[in-house]
């Protein structure tokens, strides 16, 4: 195992991409496989770029797609031609639905 | 009387015995969900027994959000749906802990997360309840409440507003 430590920007603005400008203030320790942690310092050299840098640059990306995904949806074309044709011609609730629903009714209540 | 309650997620509810088998939603449930509760990210809601004692045992769970949809064009669909931006509700988890299978919970859960997403967006509109599945296996789990896959490549279901309506509605108290 090997250890890279990061350093995350806190304590700014966000930036147009949601990742803080500004000094690097805190810093996220964490343990690598040796297998893992070499391919990274290969990519990091083939990109021209210190690891911990390289290392920053992944993980905000990833960080900002989860995040977008669970506020932003860009439907693609396939999503929106089937959200679209679902929206016109809405399917009936199934038999599985209609007995969960009546399993609900039966037996929980909504407390709040 | 109910057997379980559907209850916000609080402190009297205990969350780091909750085990689904999935790590991911066991830790999104033990160190996030309060956080993005308080801060209005998203909410969580929480299954127990009616006559559950404190701490009281999660039996299962379910976290409800707004989620911005958008498309260039939306090919067939009647006139009237702006192009730029429509809301939908996302259900982003849903868990079921290990010790509680078997009783139905998964289905009440659903069941239960399509009535408050309805009335949602009953109250400020929607095109309809947005999940995602965390697995392919879920992918057949969902289908059969009626959740279709919105791309073949994609672990994303959708399920349109209207066809929340079952009819049937679940006792709030």
Known sequence: MLT???????????????????????????????????????????????????????????????????????????????VAAMIAKPPKPTQTMRNATKLAASHVVIRS | MSSYALELLAGCHSRGEFVSGLESVDRYLRETARSHLEKGVSVTRVLVAADAILPKAVLGYFTLSNITVEAKEWPGVPRGLPRQSVSAVLLGRLAVAQSARGQGIGSMLVATACQLARETIARTGGVGLVVDAANEDVIGFYARYGFRRVASDSLRMFLPAASLETGMEIAKG
């Open chain 1, 4 to 82: 890279f430590g990061v350093k995350t920007k806190l304590k700014t603005a966000p930036t147009k991409r949601g990742r803080p400008a500004g000094a690097a203030t805190k810093r996220i320790n964490t343990r690598f496989p040796v297998d893992l942690a070499e391919k990274i310092e290969y990519a990091a050299a083939l990109r021209g770029v210190a690891v911990a840098a390289f290392i920053h640059e992944a993980v905000a990306d990833r960080a900002d797609r989860i995040i977008e995904a669970e506020s932003h949806w860009q439907l693609t074309r396939e999503e929106s031609v089937n």
